[in-house]
């Protein structure tokens, strides 16, 4: 509905329709019956309606990217800033809000965030990566586990160039939970390969109940130690405490929605 007419703006001429698909513009076709009615009707200035018009393609193009990234981050929870509450965090707020400001992620810095379960290291890393993903930039998340998994699948066909080169395209890689589990060579090989290709170019941020300092403990010692030294170099350490919010939300009963 044209807010200035009351009435549904005409739809474009055919010829028009098919030159702007022609033109692949689906955001502007989508756009134009609404924004040529109200142009009219408040004669606008021809350089203002062009304006506008490019302007709906772009928005719309950068928010299919957007979408399309944040689907192919892979992304856990959904958990981002908005459900997250600064002052139950024992991250210091300035830290917080350096990290959110993403500038080290312009110097391909790391991040490793490092205390006991449940202090919302996870959360705090799914929502600065889609701090990355709305600032236009791409994000690969996996847990040690999957990460393991894709680089052993890689190495099974020859292709673990093409798969560290595909993973390190985005600006941010995270594993997260790393030393839940013991873990193998595989595991250990697949982290240093990571670590090792991101080194001084992406960053690479971990969250672990171990500080990574320990990880020789849960890894082939010789791997972890490679991997760790070069992680650590240029890398923000910030450690959590305190209780779980899992067992306090779970003892206030706030962790369930009534079944009633
Ligand atoms: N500061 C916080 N604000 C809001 N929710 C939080 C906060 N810290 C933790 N949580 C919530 O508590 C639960 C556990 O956090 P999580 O990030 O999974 O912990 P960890 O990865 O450290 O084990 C999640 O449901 C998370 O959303
Ligand atoms: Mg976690």
């Given at each position: 509905m044209n807010p200035t007419t009351m009435h549904p703006a005409p739809p474009l001429p055919e010829d028009l329709t098919g030159l702007l698909r022609r033109m692949r513009?689906?955001?502007?076709?989508?756009?134009?019956?609404?924004?040529?009615a109200t142009a009219k009707a408040q004669?606008?200035?021809?350089?203002?309606?062009?304006?506008v018009l490019l302007s709906e393609e772009?928005?719309?193009?950068d928010e299919a990217t957007k979408a399309m990234r944040r689907k192919a981050a892979g992304l856990p929870a959904g958990k981002t800033f908005n459900s997250w509450r600064e002052h139950d965090s024992s991250i210091p707020a300035p830290?917080?809000?350096?990290?959110?400001?993403?500038?080290?992620?312009?110097?391909?810095?790391?991040?490793a965030i490092t205390g006991p379960s449940g202090t919302g290291k996870t959360h705090f890393v799914e929502a600065l990566a889609h701090n990355v993903i709305d600032a236009g930039m791409r994000?690969?998340?996996?847990?040690?586990?999957s990460l393991t998994?894709?680089?052993?699948r890689a190495g099974a066909d020859n292709s673990v160039n093409k798969v560290i080169a595909r993973i390190t395209r985005a600006e941010l890689i995270v594993v997260d939970d790393i030393g839940m589990l013991p873990s193998g060579q595989a595991a250990a090989e697949a982290f240093y390969r990571l670590v090792d290709a991101t080194?001084?170019?992406?960053?690479?941020a971990v969250t672990s109940n171990l500080h990574p300092a320990g990880f020789d403990t849960i890894m082939p010692k010789t791997l972890a130690t490679a991997a760790v030294d070069r992680l650590l170099h240029h890398a923000h350490v910030i450690v959590t405490e305190g209780t779980s919010l899992r067992l306090t939300e779970a003892t206030a009963g706030r962790g369930v929605i009534p079944l009633h």
């Open positions: 513009l689906p955001y502007l076709r989508a756009a134009a019956p609404e924004v040529l004669r606008w200035d021809p350089t203002e309606v062009l304006r772009i928005r719309g193009r830290t917080q809000s350096a990290l959110a400001g993403l500038e080290w992620i312009s110097r391909a810095e790391n991040l994000v690969s998340w996996f847990t040690l586990e998994a894709a680089i052993t080194y001084e170019r992406r960053s690479l």
